[in-house]
């Protein structure tokens, strides 16, 4: 027998993405939990003798049946997933096993042992039972030296038994028997796995009172092992039966003498144990739905939908010790039978923007002719069509309703009502631009920008290269964007996209519009699009500004987010918009102005320079200083031509002729301050590139659009000068309309303490976007988007103050089918690949740090053994962390274990020669702890796909893994990666959601594989897992409500005065004085405040007024004359966390720099003072 391989090279039919990563789960499957049957056949009814070590190395399977036979390393060193251990065995015999294990398998090699050094390197996989301090217990778990190994394990179920019904409980699994074998004389060990069975069954009069029974074997095979099946039975009315159903291993665990000491342990576990429940008879017996626990009384409208929306997804039984796994019926509506799971998978499935038509084909809505580039087709036809198609969807929707049972019919006439809502907006968005001369024109400004955009954005860098003779040049010549010729998969909206753009194109035009004060929130799965829906709404927003008032110049629109890694990723893919928008304001200069379309990005002192002083000097050191400088200028390329920006080496004739100073492409210093220019020469751009990340710039030009970090806004009690991107000048009034559009970017991220910050403040950031010149006041208009839809409304609430919330796409009837997005399917009618989920839960490992060890190098191994035409997907492991410190425990496995235990897994198999090689310096990491100018770094050799021949070659090759953190949760699209491993739950079910769909974005053809390693001492993991089917099937379900106070005591204690300070410091003129104090500004923000707070929190009324109280008076009694305390300066405020005299401290306001929590700074001193008596 041929050792088991992944791939059969003879075979002629191509393996398909779907059959590549089945073939990697099972992989890992024979791997952690087994069997694993392959080698030459042995016969075992005769003695077992071998003449050497290479003789003996197999692997082996019995003669006759094909069972594995075990030698190198014995049952219980080899698996660890789905054991079940005798009664009463105590976790430090299982460790004693592996590290006797490790002693004698360092002397079973295929060389004879004195000829062996006994050091570490001899253990291969045995690394389990290092004293590394990396294998202790994470913070927060529990202690398990005092616990037992699980010696059963069951699930939980409703069953309707009626008379003549019957239930079964089928049994199956392995027991490892000792072989003894001798090997040039030596005694060693050998195990032969043998199949073990048993069968039960019970009637309704069998378990009809309340307890538990133990039911009779029908038929066993056993091998010794004394297994039981117990049945605790809870009678309910109707004939149904609320049981959990437990396997319980009860051979006793009296060891005897200490020479069958480990081959007695060994055979008295059950190894990949399983269990299955069904329930036979006729009528309508069966295993029904289980029983929810929530209060009637609880249930809302939200809760009412997620019923309707997950009504085909039922749970049929929870895990205890192992996963619940189920078979449906033809129906759906009950199970055939229920399984217990030790290594569970689910397979979601894919979710797609794609409108397939009647005739298979999909619809489109090209650019080109919205841009205005098609002679006689203004494009608004499809726009049309798209509409028409969406009310014959909600007609269909609202005839199914009336064969939905009663229970569900409420929501889903409220849900349809939604959508009817979502399409007036459409067909009146349409109208507006058949009838509104201005809006048409700009709607098609902005379709040709973004046209232009996806050209430019998909450009990928163009290396720039010094010559001998120290000449520029670029790889590739720069070829202008053609719209007429966009490229393949280029020039068209999704729908959604479409829809969303014209469902709010009125409430952004106008701004007393009755939605207007809407929050637009999209709700869309990872990888779906909504940046370009965003960007689609910015360039028509900006377009409008300028067409309707040229020299209305300020900043229009704001984007915000939450992470540094999105915010720095999204200002490349903006500024090829915002560049497309310049090239065309440049050719019609008399209908759009003279003043440039531009860009800034708004970011803390870590990121961008804040000072042109700091730009100028950051821009010296990057020219004389060596690669591990930092670049802070974020910009790698021409966002327009691709040509490469930065520092590049000078090339080796410079260095012969002294010249040791870097090249810094694209960054010129003009003045005082460092632009941008393309370096290529040939580029539009090569002039100036209308981009800004010096503060000081972005608050004297203005830009058209500003993206940053929600943080950042924290600076408005810092920055008076940052009034200029509200359209206010030195004396705090208005010259300029205030910005029009604010986007706010994965809102479910602002929660919490974070979340609280940010309402505080949004309150003076939205009356700085208010513009009250006209008869009424214009608030901005918000759009957002998130994970979650769970009290979405209290959210808004809370962060905005707006009322009305409007969810798209609007859901429908059923999860994941709401018109604009919809399950994919094959042209067969089947379903199209999805990401499958597979939980790893090891109780029979010393820790977690074994597992990770055993599950990475099987997934990096199994890669390696696909067709070389099928790896690149599966070839790169990006491996989650919670948190840093686990991240440093699982980089440190990179550089030995996970290396040696793929060497010792091939040794086993024979196929020691296979073996994959891992190296370190195609490790990396993604985390906050990497320098900013290293993102875009990382996410490009992410890219980078993985090619035979570079491998064999000294070519630049793919990577092996990435670790990262929670940096990836938003803003990672590399299309290529295809396999994840997260190591514990997140902690929150967004987040998980957000992780793990980076991986699998082109499903059809490379559907992705996400493996969760479950922390055995961590009992939220434990739930997750055996909950794992249900937990994965109604994943939006089970999102947690967000939660933010912004006007708790606690929150206006720590911030109010410093959303005062900013209020003041913004309105009041940029150079006045803290003394005397500004009552009037005072007045109007304690009023504005007040307002605020009777809408969204009334309670808190008196607690505001006490604070505010509190704070005016200090102000007053202090009378500070600087803003800032500066060494021997009394100022009225210090920045949180940094040290200052306690008595400075108190007669001065401590205020944030940042909106996320700050520790204060301690600081050392160095004493003589016990020197003295």
Known sequence: MEPYQLYD?????????????????????????????????????????????????????QQGTGEEILWRDPPLVRYSVGVLFPRDMPRDEVEQELEEAAEEWATSEATPPQSRNHDSSSRGDMDQVSSDPLEEDEEGDISLSRYRQPSSMGISLLARLRRGSRLVVTVTGGQYSFLEAQVM???RAMYLRRPVTLLAEAGPEDIAQRGIHKLVPAASETHGLELEVLVTSRPMRDDQYLLTVSLVNNTPYDHPGSDEYRRYKSERCLFQSSLEVEVRGDGDSGILPYPSRELQSMVDDEEESIRLLYRKHQIFGVGHGCAADWELDPSGERARKVMAECMPKVEVPSVTPDIRLEDGSLLEI???????????????????????????WIADRKREIETLEDTYQEAAYRHMEECERCLARMREGLRYLQENTMARRAFQLANRAMLLQQITSRRPTRAATITEDNRLQFRGEYVPPDPASPGRGIGRWRPFQAAFILMNLRSIAEG?????????????????????????????????????????????????????????????????????????????????????????????????????????????????SDKSTENPFLLQKCPWCGAQMGPIDRGNSSRRRGNNTRRVLGYERIGNTVAFCCPDKSCEFSDRLPIYVIDEDIYEFRPSLVIGTVDKFAMLAWRPEARTLFGLDDQGQRILSPPGLIIQDELHLISGPLGSMVGLFEAVIEDLCTDRRGAQPIKPKIISSTATVRRHKEQIKALYNRDRVTLFPSPGLEVNESFFSSIDRMDDGSLAPGRMYVGVFSPGTRSLVTTSVRTFGSLLQASYELPEDKRDPWWTLMIFYNSLRELGTGLSLFDYRIGEYMRAMNRRRGRENSTRFIYRNRVIELTSRIRNDQVPQALEELARRYSPADERSDGVRALDACLASNIIEVGIDVERLSLMAVVCQ??????????????????????????????????????????????????????????????????MERSLHAALVAYVRQYSRIDQPPSPVPEDLIASFRSLVRERVRSVDPDELPALEKILEMRLRQWRAWEPEHWEVKKDDLGLMYRAGEYIDPEIASISWEVQQSMRSVDAECRLKITYSYIKD
């Open 9 to 61: 090279p003879t075979r002629n039919r191509q393996m398909t993405g779907r059959e590549a990563r089945d073939k990697l789960y099972d992989f890992l499957r024979r791997g952690l939990m087994g069997p694993a049957p392959y080698g030459a056949p042995l016969d075992i009814n005769q003695p077992i003798s071998f003449q050497s070590w290479e003789e003996a190395a197999g692997p082996w399977v």
């Open 185 to 187: 004389g030596q005694q």
């Open 366 to 392: 090209p650019m080109a002719p919205l841009a205005g580039l098609v002679p006689g087709d203004d494009g608004l036809r499809s726009l049309e069509r798209m509409l028409d198609l969406y009310a014959r």
């Open 512 to 624: 007393n519009h009755p939605d207007r004060e809407t929050v637009e929130l999209i709700w869309f799965p990872t990888g779906g699009g909504k940046t370009e829906a965003y960007l689609g709404l910015t360039a028509f927003s900006l377009f409008l500004r300028r067409l309707r008032d040229p020299e209305d110049c300020g900043v229009h629109v704001i984007m915000r987010y939450t992470l540094r890694l999105l915010t720095t990723q999204q200002f490349q893919r903006a500024s090829s918009l915002i560049l497309a928008m310049e090239k065309i304001r440049r050719e019609n200069p008399a209908e759009l102005g003279q003043e440039p379309f531009s860009i800034g990005i708004w970011l803390g002192q870590s990121t961008t320079p804040n000072t042109r002083k700091d730009a100028v000097s950051s821009l010296g050191q990057l020219q004389r």
């Open 986 to 1051: 997140p902690k929150a079910t967004a987040q998980y959601i957000q992780v793990t769909g980076r991986v699998g974005r082109r499903w059809r053809d490379q559907p992705g594989l996400v493996v969760i390693l479950y922390n055995q001492a961590r009992p939220r993991d434990r739930s997750h897992f055996e909950h794992f089917r249900a937990y994965h099937e109604r994943l939006y379900a089970q999102i947690e409500p967000m939660t933010l106070t912004p006007f708790s005591q606690p929150a």
